[in-house]
């Protein structure tokens, strides 16, 4: 029996040309999940696919589910939005291959979830339209987290169940085994690391975990906050996938040129 074509939304999550004509897309929709598809013929093609299969491009596509492999075969695209800015803008960008990432990594094929989409969905919109990247990065990447079932748990320690806002003497780290707050009193390591968490940061951590996106623009998250909460984030990101987040050197390079930014002020 031939197979019948499907159509779906979708977001590009990546793309890379295969063999001499052809490019493979990863994809996710909000119905199938993560998924990959070969679209044959796309780097030469001048009507089918032409700047419709870049990352980010918000697309409705038909497709014909793959036979002995994961690959489906990309019949047709049509691009319902490109979010060209983020190409133009390389803070934006630099925050949507972020996410782009971790959305790969954080989620399995063919393990479809609305909330994840939405939310990239949301992140692209956002960063398009000019919402600053660094604090839209944080609430995106937590909420990612929470879906995927990583949710941090930042309102007490986990030991001693002391409150951040009540001991100020105190710091706070993310525990990246299990999620969860230490104070320096209960940590063996008082230290500084690469989760210690400001108390200014905790709390905006813990009001955007409450939030909806359509309450973000409430958020005035400053800069040096939203900097220090992502780098928690990806090193908590990065401990739960044990492997490297590659896009990440680009904030890196962000977060750096803000420190400089700042010293020389
Ligand atoms: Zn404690």
Same mark, same amino acid.
């Given at each position: ?8 939304? @979708? ?5 890379? *040309?295969? +063999?001499?004509?052809?490019?493979? &897309? ?14 044959? !013929?796309?780097?030469?093609? /001048? ?40 190409? %133009? ?13 971790? &959305? ?44 995927? !079932? ?24 993310? /525990?990246? !085994?299990?999620? %969860?707050?230490? @104070? ?6 008082? !230290? #500084? ?12 951590? /813990?009001?955007?975990? +409450?939030?909806? %996106?359509?309450? &973000? ?7 040096? &906050?939203?900097?220090?909460?992502? #780098?928690?984030? #990806? ?8 492997? *490297? ?15 400089? *930014?700042?010293?020389?002020?």
């Amino acid at each position: 029996m031939p197979y019948q074509n499907c159509r779906t939304e @979708c977001i590009v999550l990546k793309n890379v *040309d295969f +063999g001499e004509s052809d490019r493979i &897309v990863t994809l996710y929709s909000p119905d199938r999940g993560r998924f990959a598809a070969i679209a044959k !013929g796309a780097k030469r093609s /001048q009507k089918r696919f032409v700047n419709k299969l870049e990352e980010f491009s918000l697309l409705d596509i038909s497709f014909r589910p793959a036979r002995h492999n994961n690959l489906h075969f990309l019949s047709e695209a049509e691009l319902k939005e490109a979010f060209l800015t983020l190409r %133009t803008h390389w803070q934006r960008y630099c925050v949507a291959m972020l996410a782009n990432e971790l &959305v790969l990594r954080f989620t399995g094929e063919h393990d479809p979830d609305r909330r994840i989409f939405s939310l990239l969905h949301w992140l692209l919109e956002s960063l398009h339209h000019g919402a600053s990247p660094l604090p839209t990065a944080v609430f995106f990447h937590l909420h990612l987290l929470n879906a995927s !079932g990583y949710r941090p748990k930042l309102e007490h320690c986990a030991i001693c169940s002391c409150l951040p806002a009540k001991n100020r003497k105190l710091s706070f780290a993310l /525990q990246p !085994g299990n999620g %969860t707050l230490i @104070c320096s009193r209960c940590s063996d390591n008082a !230290g #500084y690391s690469r989760f210690t968490l400001s108390l200014q940061s905790l709390k905006f951590l /813990q009001t955007a975990q +409450g939030m909806a %996106t359509r309450q &973000v623009h409430r958020l005035q998250m400053p800069e040096n &906050v939203a900097s220090e909460c992502l #780098y928690v984030l #990806y090193s908590y990101s990065k401990y739960l996938l044990q492997c *490297d987040i590659h896009s990440w050197s680009f904030l890196a390079h962000i977060r750096k040129k803000q420190s400089r *930014d700042k010293t020389n002020l």
